[in-house]
C-alpha cells in the first residue's frame, strides 16, 4: 500500500470516528483500543478448599492424647525416611481414635506415606476411604486431587511393567 493510500484510509477511518462522534455515539463505541483503559476486573474466585467444614471431632480427652503421641511418633519416622513405621502409627491414630482431630489427617498422611512408597493401589484406597469416613472435612477434597494423580502414576506403573503391546490392549 503505498503512502498516499494510506493517507487516504486514514482521513476516512478519522472521517466516519468524526461523524460517530456528531452522532453522540461517543469515542468508546468506535475507538482504536479494544478495551477500555482499565480491563474488567475478573470475578472473584470461590475457594477450592474450604476453611470450614461441616465435621466435628468427638473423641475424649484420652483419645486425644494418644492420637498426638502416635502422630508424634509418626512424624519421627517419617523424618528417618522409614515410611513403614510411619504407616503403622498413622493406623494406630485411625483404629484407636478415628473421630479425634486428628484421624482424618492421619488418614490423608498414611495415603501420602503409601504413595511414596510406590504402593499407589493402598493409597488410593486409603484416599477413597477418607473421602467416605469423613466427606464434610476439607481433606477430603484434597484427597480428589492426590487420587487423580496416584490414578495416573499407577496407570503409568501398570504400562511400564507389561509389555508394549499389552499396555494399549489391556
Known amino acids: ?7 487516504r484510509l486514514h482521513g476516512v477511518v478519522g472521517a466516519s470516528i468524526a461523524g460517530l462522534a456528531l452522532l453522540g455515539l461517543g469515542m468508546e463505541f468506535c475507538s482504536p483500543h479494544r478495551y477500555p483503559s482499565e480491563p474488567p476486573k475478573p470475578p472473584p474466585r470461590e475457594a477450592k478448599v474450604p476453611d470450614s467444614t461441616n465435621w466435628q ?3 475424649t480427652e484420652e483419645q486425644e492424647s494418644a492420637a498426638q503421641r502416635h502422630l508424634a511418633a509418626a512424624r519421627t519416622h517419617a523424618d528417618a525416611k522409614d515410611l513403614t513405621a510411619t ?8 483404629e484407636k481414635a ?4 486428628l484421624g482424618p489427617n492421619a488418614m490423608y498422611q498414611k495415603g501420602i506415606a503409601y504413595n511414596a512408597l510406590g504402593e499407589h493401589r ?3 484406597d486409603t484416599w477413597r476411604e ?4 469423613y466427606p464434610d472435612h476439607r481433606l477430603s477434597i484434597r484427597a480428589e486431587r492426590r487420587i487423580g494423580k496416584a ?4 496407570f503409568r506403573q501398570e504400562r511400564v511393567t507389561k509389555r508394549p503391546r499389552q499396555a494399549y490392549n489391556g
Open 130 to 133: 477418607l473421602q467416605t469416613a
Open 151 to 154: 490414578t495416573y502414576a499407577l
Open 57 to 59: 471431632p468427638t473423641a
Open 122 to 124: 493402598k493409597a488410593l
Open 98 to 101: 478415628p473421630n479425634s482431630s
Open 1 to 7: 500500500m503505498t503512502g498516499t493510500a494510506k493517507r
Open 87 to 94: 504407616i503403622t502409627e498413622l493406623d494406630a491414630i485411625i
